[in-house]
């Protein structure tokens, strides 16, 4: 409770300082920033569990021929 407390305290300051509404982020707030890092982190997971791993994005894969 203590946790959730200071966090609500952090946010209230936040507000009051700079005189901005609060404004939720989203849940995807850390996947969106650090992608390249949770790219990684999957990947290198995957291969611990002996797959091999091959990363291409949606708009090279789209441009392949079927």
Do not use: C, N, W
């Given at each position: 409770?203590?946790?959730?407390?200071?966090?609500?305290?952090?946010?209230?300051?936040?507000?009051?300082?700079?005189?901005?509404?609060?404004?939720?982020?989203?849940?995807?707030y850390?996947?969106?920033?650090?992608?390249?890092?949770?790219?990684?982190?999957?990947?290198?997971?995957?291969?611990r569990?002996?797959?091999?791993?091959?990363?291409?994005?949606?708009?090279?894969?789209?441009?392949?021929?079927?």
């Open positions: 409770m203590v946790a959730v407390g200071h966090t609500l305290l952090v946010i209230v300051y936040h507000v009051l300082k700079t005189t901005q509404p609060y404004r939720e982020l989203g849940a995807d850390l996947d969106r920033t650090k992608a390249d890092q949770l790219k990684r982190y999957f990947v290198q997971r995957l291969e569990l002996g797959l091999q791993v091959t990363v291409q994005s949606r708009e090279e894969t789209a441009s392949l021929p079927t």
